[in-house]
């Protein structure tokens, strides 16, 4: 029962939560195979799980700590998984949260007592977690089996551990590379109580092997002294040794010098430039052994910004998924620059780079969260949001070409459209302070030129086919791309170069290129010439003219993209009333989107159909759109582990949940409209600003008749139509829902 007591006098010290905004953060949302909504009967490749991770960490921080269950950086393997139930240590991780992509240059350190082994797998041990003040700013574990308490809070680039031996006897710490190709080393410096160490980072996708041009890198400070050290590779010791390098399932140990307080902390600075930058980073952000300070920080980060969207009202259970939606929304894209500025150059280039005057982020996951989690980020982080943006455009220049996406600072050529530039089109309309001609000259040249060389597109440069695009306004079903990742997918790939031409449209007119403009706006209307009149429908073309008669309306066809017909017919986004006057006008255009939700046709779980719920508002029925959005937002999201409907994809799948229990959603990013929806709480108040002291937006809602769909929408006074644009947002007032 010794435990049992230290751990409540533990705890008690500690702040009280009290109506603390992370009190309704629940980390291990999503960690647990759905049991929600429309993902239940879709069984996926990795459990179903919403696959994120009860990390600790600071909002878009450079690095992530949390329990792990599985070791190794495999692809689609977080981490994290609740039913797990067993803790191989702390993992200093990089996981994209929400993903199927691997972790990378990350580490695992494993405080053990008594019998033990190094091995991952064999020293695993069941734990219990703290629930009562698990945060993203904390997380503490209690692990039986070795009689120790493990405590855990995190700076913007570092992380800090204290640990509390109930049982000092052979107190030690075990660290592993998680390389699976065994590449790397290690390093202890008894004289300095420090291990540093460093993790080498290959690309993903068609860069699988490849290296990403940069490792992760890590500095370990102890206050306690080593009473003994040592290399190991697997489950042999190599006792006495202080350097391994380049050997398959490497790490370290130390045994500590316990005091008569039984206590253990360890400051973990990170990098992805060099061992020196992560010392560097460690000394300027956890200067001293102060724990407490050092997590009441974290805790004050995360409650400001909580609290740029207060709610006042609703259930216990909607304000916990509120804020766990909110909180999963500021994960990424990831702080990848250090104290100094210094980083590695963009896609492979080793070449150190200096980011002056803003924040260097990598982890575009740009494919979804073009979509919401990036338009939410312009409203409540908008300095933040303002350093991603910029640095997609820094990244595009040392590139040359503007990528699809941002990953591991390289560009991710999986994708199928320009996702980076839709979401600097964004920004840019938004009135963003960002390079507009810089940024244009990238939009401009994927719209109009080719690299020349097909091996260049598989590096990220370029869209595939542009010639057939431009020439025939699609990519004909004879043509296969040329390169090796996606090699067909030819109809979603036209659709969304016609998106991508629509939003360069609006940037152009912005800088005065009317005449770019003027051809970018008659690309955009692209996507009418793969609407099949007969079928109804999206269909595949081929180069003479003709629709191919390898068509499903709900069939998954290799010439979309994880989508069917149904699905991508509802995706133009840029051209509403053209999509509603092609399917026979408002009112069978309305019937159409009732028989894709009645009849499974609709997946909450899939990136192209998050805002397919609003579309009721382009045929006039309001009342639909919110019937149908509260729906789904009872349906597919709760605030246990099991409670996410589908992968949360970098914070998409949360940040759909946050706009709409708003009242609103981001439709078309470039359009700066938002469609409204059905505010969840009687009261939000959204503050906009940078500061957080500019005028707020407060939604309210005037009810008579509880579930009865709201009939008009005032604001400041005045009535308005159920779409609402950036800047009466950003200006903020009174939003009046009214039924």
Excluded at 78 to 94: E, N
Excluded at 467 to 479: A, C, V
Aim: hydrophobic share 35%; glycine share 10%.
């Amino acid at each position: 029962m010794l435990w049992v007591l230290m751990l409540g006098a533990m705890l008690s010290c500690q702040r009280e939560m009290g109506s603390s905004l992370l009190t309704h953060v629940h980390p291990l949302t999503g960690s647990a195979p759905s049991l929600r909504g429309s993902s239940v009967g879709r069984p996926g490749l990795y459990g179903d799980a919403g696959q994120t991770v009860p990390a600790v960490t600071a909002p878009f921080g450079m690095t992530q700590f949390t329990p792990q269950t599985r070791s190794g950086e495999k692809p689609g393997i977080a981490p994290y998984y609740f039913l797990d139930g067993m803790t191989q240590g702390i993992r200093v991780s990089h996981w994209t949260s929400g993903t199927n992509l691997s972790d990378y240059g990350s580490f695992t350190l494993s405080p053990v007592s008594g019998q033990f082994t190094l091995s991952p797998h064999a020293r695993k041990a069941a734990f219990f977690f703290d629930n009562d003040h698990h945060s993203p700013a904390y997380c503490a574990m209690h692990i039986p089996l070795f009689d120790l308490i493990t405590e855990v809070t995190a700076t913007r680039r570092c992380g800090f551990l204290r640990i509390s031996w109930l049982n000092p006897n052979d107190a030690m710490i075990v660290i592993d590379v998680n390389n699976d190709r065994g590449e790397g080393y290690l390093e202890i410096f008894p004289e300095k109580n420090e291990i540093v160490a460093s993790n080498p980072v290959e690309g993903i996708f068609p860069g699988e092997g490849v290296s990403a041009g940069f490792s992760g890198h890590m500095v370990l400070r102890f206050d306690n002294g080593f009473e003994s050290y040592g290399t190991c590779t697997g489950s042999d010791y190599h006792r006495g040794e202080c350097l391994i390098r380049d050997q398959p399932g490497m790490g370290g140990f130390v045994k500590l010098k316990l005091d008569a307080s039984q206590l253990s902390r360890i400051r973990v600075g990170t990098s992805f430039t060099s061992v020196e930058e992560a010392r560097a980073n460690l000394e300027a952000e956890i200067p001293d052994w102060d724990f407490d300070s050092a997590r009441k920080a974290l805790e004050t980060t995360w409650e400001q910004l909580l609290a740029r969207a207060e709610v006042t009202g609703g259930t216990p259970e909607q304000r916990n998924i509120f804020y766990t939606a909110l909180a999963h929304s500021c994960l990424h894209p990831r702080l990848f620059s250090d104290v100094s500025g210094t980083c590695p150059g963009f896609g492979g280039d080793t070449t150190l780079q200096r980011a002056e005057g803003f924040d260097y982020y990598t982890d575009f996951a740009a494919w979804d969260t073009y979509r919401a989690q990036m338009p939410l980020l312009s409203l409540i982080a908008p300095r933040e949001y303002r350093d991603m943006v910029t640095s997609l455009v820094t990244a595009a220049s040392q590139w040359g070409w503007l990528p699809s996406a941002s990953l591991r600072n390289g560009p991710q050529p999986a994708a199928t459209g320009d996702y980076a530039a839709a979401i600097i089109g964004d920004a840019l309309m938004k009135g963003f302070d960002i390079d507009r001609e810089k940024a244009w000259s990238l939009l401009r040249r994927n719209c109009f030129e080719t690299p020349g060389q097909p091996e260049a597109y598989a590096r990220g440069m370029g869209r595939p086919s542009l010639g057939s695009y431009q020439q025939l306004g699609y990519i004909p079903l004879e043509e296969i791309v040329s390169f090796p990742f996606r090699r067909e997918e030819q109809v979603s790939r036209s659709l969304e170069y016609a998106y991508g031409d629509w939003v360069a449209a609006q940037v152009a007119r912005l800088v005065g290129e009317n005449a770019d403009e003027e051809a970018l706006r008659l690309r955009a209307d692209n996507h009418t010439l793969l609407f099949d009149p007969e079928k109804g429908w999206i269909c595949g073309k081929f180069a003479d003219g003709t629709f191919t008669s390898d068509f499903a309306p709900d069939g998954y066809v290799p010439w979309l993209t994880e989508s069917t017909p149904r699905q991508a017919t509802f995706s133009v986004v840029h051209d509403l009333p053209g999509m509603v006057e092609r399917m026979g006008g408002a009112e069978e255009f309305r019937r159409r989107l009732e028989a894709f939700f009645s009849d499974g046709g609709y997946w909450h779980g899939h990136g192209p159909n998050y805002h397919v719920p609003y579309l009721f508002n382009a045929a006039g029925d309001w009342a639909a759109t919110q019937h149908t959005v509260t729906r789904l937002m009872a349906a597919e999201y709760s605030d246990d582990p099991a409670g996410l409907g589908g992968q949360d994809d970098a914070g998409q799948f949360s940040a759909w949940y946050v706009f709409s229990a708003m009242g609103f959603y981001p439709v078309c990013p470039g359009s700066n409209t938002y469609f409204a929806g059905a505010p969840l709480f009687p009261k939000i108040t959204l503050h906009t600003g940078e500061n957080g002291k500019e005028r707020p937006l407060v939604i309210e809602t005037q009810t008579k008749q509880p579930g009865k769909p709201f009939a008009s929408l005032r604001l400041n006074g005045k009535t308005i139509t159920p779409v609402l644009n950036h800047d009466q947002i950003r200006k903020g007032g009174k939003l009046l829902f009214l039924q």
